[in-house]
């Protein structure tokens, strides 16, 4: 395969996807689609993509920039659904595949239970696309991408098992146990060690590119270091992901502003590549089926049964197991009355997509074993690639009418929402207030007393108005619990003036520009601080304290880029 294929591949699959973004339709279905009719026009090349290519290359860097973007708090609340799908269910579904296969096939068990692994863990891509454009509860869509980032760690650890189990015609439960809790330990602890390694170090950097650039090799260390221990990589990428992301308002404005567009690039090209990759191999897959012993009737005759049985299964797991959302795991900190709901339930239990873990380890199973062909091969990378496409076109088609059709949305999480900001907002008019305070004699020194104290009644009035004003249009509800004394609804909505830092900043000469200029830096900061405090203390969701640190930093951005910054003493 040339070089020029693939990158035609990709500059077509960018393509699809671009036009999807634009209309609003769920671009790995298209994608995928779009690879198989093109996968039949003549002359189109075998596109053989190494599977190690996929695993070490493709997939590191997806976990990644979805841990970064998960919340940790979500997660660990979460902590228990999520172990109840990304752990539970793979394994359940694994097994059950294996059992059908090994029915049907009459192969070693360890060669059936390869064919489950491969097919058993979801892919939260395009379910999530889904869930965002039809905006699905924080809660499902965080049970829907923690899952995702686990299962990939069950899957690939089982695959790997029933592979030396496959080899070597002998294997135990305890030795399968044990390779998994490695995998677990030094994975978790491996990924951990390094996210607090990276995060010391870009604390300490200034240049918000080199910083950016530590962030895009992480995953592919966390990944590899810790598959040369012996754990596993996927969960070692999660880990760092999620503690960098935690962190990541510890780190300076620019790196966040430099790393989501970065992140959310690699995503599109990637996600595209890999979906259009699954497509254009499909007809590819049929033919090797055809040369084989087995026969194409047969082998999609199989094929379907597990189709069936993949889609089975979940559905019967997710209702039978929902007791175990009822628990309250140790350390995990969910709150009462947080299980999902019946119609909740069945949203999750049609969202199993199969993605790239599917893809890249049907591709890695090995032509021989023992210099023995593999049994059933071709069958077996029929079925995984019969399950991937399927649940991508049966349940992603299908999914925006269950979700409708069952009416789960977030409306009451969008005023949760307002509600936690606008309270937000007042706490930090206080941290603001506290701020200008412990600034004054500095203030009084650069400017003189009483410019000093104008200043400070300008800009902490200026501060406090704008809260109060955020807060009635935020929380109309709530917004006279939230006001301060002697300030009426219709005082605060007068507040949207232009007074801000910036105006007494313009009207300071000089030395006190400037000065004022690292006030506005300091009252940034402690608007920071309060934000993490609360997100923190569990009284800011992470997506509302993400949309508001991102205002915090174009602030800080234009701060940054403004002429008295350029000024010198």
Known sequence: MHHVHVFLLVAGAVLVAAGCRRRGWSAPLVVVATGIVVSLVPGVPRFDVDSEVLLEFVLPPLLYSAALSSSYRDFRSALNSITRLGVGLVLVSALAVALVFWWLEAVPFAVALVLGAVVAPPDAVAAAAVGRRLGLPRRVMTLLSGESLINDATSLTLYKVALTGAATGAWALGSGLGTFGLAVVVGVGGGLALGWLVHVLRLRLDDPVVASAVGFLTPFAAYWGTEALGGS??????????????????????????QEPLWSTADLL??????ALIGVQLPWVVRDVIESDQGLGHGVVVSLVVLGVALAVRPVYVFATVWFDDLRLPGSHRPARDALSVRESAVVSWAGMRGVVTLAAAAAIPATLDGEPFPERATIQLAAYTVAIGTLLLQGLTLPGVITRLGVGSAQEAADDAAQEAA?????????????????????QAMGAQQADDAITRLSAGWRARAAAAAVMLDPEHADDLLPDGVSRQDASRALGPLDGASAERLAPGAAGRKIHSVRAGVIAAQREV?????????????VMRRMMRELD???ESMASSWIARLRD
């Open 424 to 444: 937000v907002r007042v706490a930090t008019a206080d941290a603001v207030q506290a701020y200008f305070e412990s600034r004054r004699p500095q203030l009084a």
């Open 531 to 543: 934000l993490m405090a609360h997100r923190d203390a569990g009284d800011l969701d992470e997506a």
């Open 270 to 275: 990637l996600e595209a590549f890999t979906f």
């Open 554 to 556: 174009l602030e800080e």
């Open 233 to 258: 990589g996927v969960l070692a990428v999660v880990a760092a992901g999620l503690y960098l992301g935690h962190t990541s308002p510890r780190a300076g404005y620019a790196t966040r502003l430099y």
